[in-house]
């Protein structure tokens, strides 16, 4: 019996859509990356942690980020995500499908 990939359910792909358009901007922690997508989506998406770190490593995984720890100025070290040129490259291919 042969099995067959699954794709990303819509929820999924969408939420990972709008990690990397945040992360084009710059890098951000988790709760950043919440407080961009909030306004983006009119309010109407509401990230909880459950979903963001599961797609954050998801993403990482896929090389389509990298994260890393950082002392801010205040001397807190928080974990930031970067996009990398593999996640520019998949953000402009979604993007580009939806036109």
């Not at 990690?19 to 997508?37: A, S």
């Amino acid at each position: 019996m042969a099995t067959t990939a699954k794709k990303p359910g819509i929820i999924q792909g969408t939420l990972d859509l709008l990690i990397l358009r945040t992360l084009i901007f710059g890098p951000l922690h988790g709760p950043g990356i919440v407080k961009h997508i909030k306004p983006v989506t009119d309010e109407v998406l509401t990230v909880e942690h459950g979903s963001l770190y599961p797609a954050l490593r998801r993403l990482e995984k896929s090389g389509c980020i990298t994260s890393g720890w950082e002392t801010t100025d205040s001397g807190r070290e928080m974990k930031l995500y970067r996009i990398t040129t593999k996640g520019r490259t998949q953000l402009r291919v979604e993007v580009g499908a939806t036109d």
